[in-house]
């Protein structure tokens, strides 16, 4: 080994093919970070409705619970999550030999890479959707089977379609993410009807939480009938603790067994566990959380409406709005405040997503959009 930089070279020449090939992921900008590049004074109040967190914060019964958690950070956490995973097994009513524990539900779509990608084997998913399924696909080599969404919805049929012998994931995130758009329970039973056995089929229910009490799909009956599907929730969205990294997967047992052997021993932290339990618990908070993002998606698509702007009506507690040039439009919220998603980057260059904010937050944000736009 030498030390110069052709020995690196040398070394940055082994990576695995896949991994050459990903762009990382491109977060939301933090909020402090938008205030120095754009020289504003640190004290400028900046509205971050870029990542569809819940913009009422956390669960209080949370934040008391990973305080009290910290006094024992010098321990390892319960690798079980057996508090937790109790706790949800009574609230969802199915047993916890279905249920694990997630380092954010992203962990969850890694895992299920470990679990069935290889390279020459292929996942399908709807275009565009959540990006990190191709990301994952891209890290073990395998190939992300893109299938187009009609009126901006996942097209199952065309999905199940797309199957070749070599799927081994079909990827329904529901609602979508950047669409906000929902598909019928009918609907996914009609694809997994269709797809072969060599084939699972995994719904991303992130913003399970937020949707209406009346419209919520019930996929949990899909794994109680032992079907080969895998449920995915996040404690990110409606509990708003996307800072602490934990979700959930629900799964027939053997497949949870499987995701036992591929994680990490202590793959969600104590102060996760705690915080993730109280917010469980917390139901008047999931119900205010509720209510608020359906009060302002309702505010946020009247205003849209009298600025004449096209938006798909949404489940989420988000909505995709078309503006014209969505990454100028995104230029010029943020001086104004506001930091919004452009969609260039998902193949929407005329889109942005906004979250749902608080009642002054949208009511202010339509103000700004409306200057912006002007
Ligand atoms: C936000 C989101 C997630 C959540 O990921 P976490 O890792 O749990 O924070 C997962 N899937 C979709 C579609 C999302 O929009």
Redesign the pocket.
């Known amino acids: 080994m030498t030390n110069d930089s052709a020995s690196l070279e040398t070394l940055l020449a082994q990576v695995r093919p896949g991994v050459r090939g990903i762009h990382p992921y491109e977060p939301g900008r933090p909020i402090e970070d938008v205030v120095r590049t754009l020289g504003l004074d640190p004290g400028t109040e900046i509205h971050k409705l870029a990542s569809?967190e819940n913009l009422l914060g956390p669960s209080p019964a949370a934040i008391t619970a990973v305080r009290d958690a910290a006094a024992e950070l010098h321990r390892y956490p319960d690798g079980g999550g057996t508090a937790l995973l109790e706790a949800l097994s009574g609230r969802l009513g199915i047993g916890p030999d279905h249920l694990a524990l997630t380092h954010?539900?992203?962990?969850g779509i890694e895992l299920l890479g470990h679990l069935f990608l290889t390279p020459g084997t292929n996942l399908v998913m709807g275009d565009p959707a959540?990006v990190?399924y191709r990301l994952v696909a891209a890290l073990f080599d395998a190939e992300a089977i893109r299938v187009p969404l009609r009126d901006f919805t996942h097209d199952l049929k065309a999905m199940a379609a797309a199957v070749t012998d070599r799927t081994r994931l079909v990827f329904v995130?529901n609602p979508?993410?950047p669409t906000g758009t929902r598909v019928g329970d009918e609907e996914i039973e009609a694809l997994l009807d269709a797809v072969p056995d060599h084939v699972a089929a995994v719904l991303?229910e992130?913003?399970y939480e937020v949707m209406p009490m009346d419209n919520r799909p019930n996929s949990l009956r899909f794994v109680r009938e032992g079907r080969p599907v895998i449920v995915?929730r996040?404690?990110?969205?409606g509990y708003g603790l996307?800072g602490l990294?934990i979700?959930y997967a629900v799964a027939p047992p053997p497949i949870v067994e499987l995701f036992h052997r591929v994680r990490q021993p202590f793959n969600v932290n104590a102060a996760a566990q705690a915080g993730a339990l109280a917010a469980l618990n917390d139901t008047g908070f999931l119900d205010q959380t509720r209510v608020l993002v359906e009060q302002g998606r309702a505010t946020l698509e009247a205003g849209f409406r009298q600025l004449g702007l096209p938006f798909v009506p949404s489940v989420a507690n988000f909505i995709l709005v078309r503006v014209g040039d969505g990454r100028a439009l995104f230029e010029r919220l943020q001086q104004r405040g506001f930091i919004v998603r452009p969609m260039d980057g998902y193949g929407m260059p005329d889109y942005v997503r906004v979250t749902v904010g608080t009642a002054p937050q949208n009511e202010r944000f339509l103000t700004a959009l409306e200057a912006c736009l002007a």
């Not at 954010?104 to 962990?107: Q, R, T």
């Not at 996040?234 to 969205?237: A, I």
């Open positions: 569809n954010g539900s992203n962990e959540f990190v995130a979508n993410n991303d992130a913003y995915l996040t404690f990110s969205k996307a990294r979700g």
